[in-house]
């Protein structure tokens, strides 16, 4: 029995120890609702499988051979009783669980903006074959396969894909949502501390998906301006060409950033039938003096 509990606790902490940058260790507002969500749902099945877990047991135990007070019915056919507590059990469960999930997925629709005194971060997220594009639009700047944010500020995402429909998650900051072409899809999310936080791909998307991760960076809102004002000194400009560069098949692409963004990019991204050739759609939203 020693024995047994000890291989419990063994097996019980080499599963939870890869738990340290997923959904069970939250991060963000909404991660932390969802992992509410998960407990409460548990809870409410644990509810039924312990019980009927120890009254498995039990009545292997009471009908054992050996035991000669538990009496065979072998003609038994139906009980009301029995019939209702087997049947009523199972659609509480379902009714609380389905519950809790439907209530909780309209408190984290995706859209709903997160209350806050600040302004939410504007991010736009392209996903590529095999890479994430994420654009800046208010700073003018775009990064490849690292998304930094500043802490306690709520980021509003728009999402589309180049290509095939993909995943974007960030387990610690919660809402996994799909990108699809020719779409956008919307996400809030927030991080209320500073750390380095991975981001995958959740969707099969072709021979690169597995080197499909970037770093979601929340940093103090010094040390966010201190990384604008860097990315808009060095890199190239992302207009119509560089992003058809960027938009070839690549894999395993180290992160980097584009001091500049053509305006409407994200826009012919989702519909790439849009001319870039109309001189005023090739403006850099960024300020003149980032331009060089």
């Known amino acids: ?107 984290l629709d995706p859209r709903r903006p997160i209350n806050a005194k600040v302004q939410p971060l504007r991010v736009q997220v392209a996903s590529l074959d095999w890479k994430w594009l994420f654009i800046y639009p208010d700073q003018g700047i775009a990064s490849v396969n690292r998304l930094v944010i500043p802490v306690g500020t709520p980021i509003s995402l728009e999402l589309t894909s180049a290509g095939v429909m993909n995943s974007f998650f960030v387990p610690q900051l919660g809402s996994q949502i799909y990108t699809m072409a020719g779409m956008t899809t919307h996400l809030q999310l927030q991080a209320d501390n500073p750390g380095s936080y991975p981001g995958i791909s959740a969707q099969f998307s072709g021979d690169g998906f597995a080197d499909m991760i970037f770093k979601a960076d929340a940093v103090p809102d010094a040390k966010f301006s201190q990384w604008v004002e860097s990315a808009r000194a060095t890199g190239p400009v992302l207009d119509a060409h560089t992003y058809d560069d960027l938009a070839k098949p690549s894999k395993a692409v180290a992160p980097f950033t584009y001091r500049a963004v053509a305006s409407e990019l994200f826009n012919r991204i989702v519909m790439p039938e849009m001319s870039m050739n109309d001189p005023t759609k090739l403006v850099c939203l960024a300020s003149p003096r980032a331009v060089r």
Do not use: K
């Open 1 to 107: 029995m020693r024995y047994l509990f000890l291989s419990t606790v063994l097996i019980c902490a080499t599963a939870l120890g890869g738990c340290n940058e997923g959904v069970l260790n939250p991060q963000g507002p909404i991660a932390v609702a969802e992992r509410q969500i998960l407990f409460d749902s548990l809870g409410i099945m644990l509810a039924i499988v312990i019980p009927v877990t120890l009254a498995t047991l039990g009545v292997a135990f009471w009908f054992r051979a050996s035991n000669r007070r538990a009496i065979y019915r072998p003609d038994f056919v139906y009980s009301g009783r029995i019939e209702v507590l087997v049947w009523s059990i199972p659609l509480m469960t379902v009714l609380l669980v389905g519950g809790v999930a439907w209530v909780g997925a309209h408190d």
